[in-house]
Nanobody
Framework: QVQLVESGGGLVQPGGSLRLSCSAS????????MGWYRQAPGKQRELVAT???????NYADTVKGRFTISRDNAKKKVYLQMNSLEPEDPAVYYC?????????WGPGTQVTVSS
């Protein structure tokens, strides 16, 4: 099981930026596909972005061109750079590590967009 801890959430004005980080406890971090998901109140958890071990990325249409996922295998971290934040982006953002059929989640970090 991989222990994941997200950080970097907070309050930002519309149009602003935040960078989320997720630290993983595993020694084989480079062997995990990583992803960011989010869940807003009253809504289902949804995919934001994923980054495979081969470097392939996938983004939700709603964040394409605004968000960027990246990873640092040496630091065992995955990042989500969020630019041009919109009123539709507030949610709890979760990090996920997947290897084969198994996936582990972090506890999440809150992102709030408000003027």
């Amino acid at each position: 099981q991989v222990q994941l801890v997200e950080s970097g959430g907070g309050l930002v004005q519309p149009g602003g930026s935040l960078r989320l980080s997720c630290s993983a406890s595993t020694t084989i971090f480079s062997m995990y596909d990583m992803g960011w998901y989010r869940q807003a109140p009253g809504k289902q958890r949804e995919l934001v972005a994923t980054l495979t071990i081969s470097g392939r990325t996938n983004y939700a249409d709603t964040v394409k061109g605004r968000f960027t996922i990246s990873r640092d295998n040496a630091k065992k971290k995955v990042y989500l750079q969020m630019n041009s934040l919109e009123p539709e982006d507030p949610a709890v953002y979760y990090c996920r590590a997947q290897r084969g059929l198994r996936g582990d989640w972090g506890p999440g970090t809150q992102v709030t967009v408000s003027s």
